[in-house]
């Protein structure tokens, strides 16, 4: 290289390929052979067959992966039966029936066609209910304010009136209505579903909707929620930790009277971008408060420049079967003890069905020891038994949809094996989700494609950093390991310092020009 393209790389200007001497100097940058996604695609025959064969059809039409619909076909399962029953593992150990649930997946993926045909008999159930509740709701809550103004005035001539008589007689009158309307039920129009809500509103609505809830978003805004949009960039978790399965949500507030929800069932079903994911697992709080280890996670392989063009799009099989089978299912009775861990409605497992669960637990639990391989997820994997049992129990309800009382058969070791398989599923897209290493090379890639966006073919490591950089993100957890790794891969290489200046120089990267070459050049 002559010494006028040295002067150019130091001002931060591009070079040819043609000024390098390629031969010695770089060698060929290899493939990030771990972009490619070798996750299983979800088993849509473990779900009882009227929702299989509708999650399939909904999935081939609108040319989605099998596992935004197969998650959401289990979320709108969780929505119909949270607080309706739980399932028994074993003596003192019972789970609920909502469930947490993400899918990654880039922009343009056609997320929100397929949450609105999974999503649709529930919306037209709530739509429903509302109409049918508005003139009791709308009665009663005429009947509160008339009871909280005649109680504003009996306070206040208990308080102004001249007679010590009238005073007494006011002061009795406004003990009663205080009373009578404190023993007034607070009616609200019926909820089912939420989208971009903060977390006070959501313990609101868990409040309102006697504790069950389910936010369904093909946004994934939520996530920006958790992590502090609405408080100054503070994270608000505790309705999403306690919502999934803790007994009491309680809500004190400083300004308006607080309030609780006892056994609250939150359901969560969310699509996020890819790198949001990456960001997620990435924050020691999320992390620590072991709040991704409560979601089913799903990686699928992007169908984007794959999918059909069609003159003219099927129709989607199977839609009348679904939206009857939903409808149902949203109809079934609410457990009258659903806030009374001692006299909940159950559903037991068969034999069959107890020794599958038993031994998934015992494949599991030595994976989780350190150096083996589910050790960087132990968190998660943890709560898969759990998991596997919940969607045990959403499959049992689903396939026995025609009986008046379904929570009184046992699970059998058919829907056991289903529930497994989806488990089993699930371990793979869990670990492309969070494990530090396959993470590592996302960031890797992200940085990648950042560098090959500048002109200039060296950048100090400050420099990548601040164009770079994600949310959350350091240079010793992130930007080091990203830039060791595509090091690793022959992407760049680091460069002596320079000499000179004050304080530390930072490091120089330089980009293989080789790296700029159109793919039949190389």
């Known amino acids: ?76 399962l969780a929505v119909c ?100 309307l404190a023993r007034l039920p607070l009616l609200k129009s019926p909820r089912l579903l939420a989208d971009d809500v903060t977390p006070e509103r959501l313990a609101g609505l868990l409040s309102e909707q006697s504790g069950r809830m389910a936010v369904m978003s093909s946004e994934g805004d939520i996530f920006a929620t958790i992590s502090g949009r609405y408080s100054g960039g503070v994270g608000n978790y505790g309705v999403f930790l306690l919502g999934y399965s803790d007994p009491l949500l309680k809500v004190d507030r400083v300004t308006r009277e607080g309030f609780s929800v006892a056994w609250p069932a939150l359901t969560l079903a969310l699509t996020v971008q890819p790198s949001v994911v990456a960001e997620c697992a990435a924050d020691s709080r999320m992390q620590s408060r072991g709040l991704l280890g409560r979601f089913l996670w799903a990686m699928p392989q992007s169908r984007v420049g794959y999918r059909a063009v069609r003159d003219t799009a099927p129709q989607i099989q199977g839609a009348r079967d679904y939206d009857e089978a939903i409808t149902r299912m949203l109809g079934m009775a609410p457990d009258p003890h659903q806030d009374d861990d001692q006299r909940w409605r159950m559903m037991h497992l068969s034999p069959g069905a107890r020794r599958l669960h038993l031994d998934l637990r015992r494949q599991i639990e030595p994976r989780l020891a350190k150096h083996q391989d589910l050790a960087e997820i132990a968190t998660w994997a943890g709560k898969l038994a759990g998991n596997t049992a919940r969607i045990m129990g959403l499959i049992h309800l689903a396939e026995h949809i025609e009986h008046p ?26 670990e492309a989700a969070l494990t530090p290493t396959i993470l590592q090379h996302s960031d890797a890639l992200h940085v990648l494609e950042w560098l090959l966006q500048q002109p200039a073919d060296i950048l100090s490591q400050t420099e990548i950093h601040k164009g770079a950089r994600r949310r959350g993100w350091t240079v010793k957890d992130h930007l080091e390991p990203a830039l060791d790794k595509l090091a690793e891969r022959g992407w760049v290489r680091l460069e002596k310092p320079q000499k000179g200046g004050r304080g530390r120089p930072s490091k120089r990267w330089a980009i293989n020009p080789l790296a700029r070459l159109p793919a039949e050049a190389k």
Request: aromatic share 4%.
């Open 1 to 76: 290289m002559i010494q006028d393209d040295t002067d150019r790389l130091l001002a931060g200007k591009p070079l040819s390929a043609s000024s390098y001497d390629l031969r010695g100097t770089w060698r060929p940058p290899e493939l990030l052979a771990e972009q490619t996604n070798s996750c299983p695609e979800f088993p849509l025959d473990a779900l009882p067959s009227w929702l299989g064969r509708y999650c399939e059809s909904v999935s081939e039409v609108v040319q989605t992966p099998h596992d935004l619909a197969g998650l959401l076909g289990l979320s709108v």
């Open 81 to 180: 039966a949270a607080k309706r029953c739980r399932v028994a593992v074993d003596p003192g150990w019972s789970e609920p029936l909502n469930l947490y649930a993400v899918a990654a997946m880039a922009a343009s993926e056609r997320k929100s066609p397929v949450y609105s045909k999974m999503t649709g008999p529930i919306r037209r159930h709530e739509a429903a209910a509302q109409l049918a509740a508005a003139p009791q709701v709308a009665g009663a809550d005429l009947e509160r304010r008339v009871l909280a103004g005649r109680l504003a005035a009996a306070e206040k001539c208990a308080v102004t009136g001249k007679l010590e008589r009238d005073r007494a007689l006011a002061l009795g009158e406004a003990k009663m209505l205080a009373d009578e």
């Open 405 to 430: 009382e379904p929570w009184t058969l046992p699970i059998s070791t058919a829907t056991a094996a289903a529930a497994c398989r989806i488990a089993r599923w699930a371990i793979p897209h869990a």
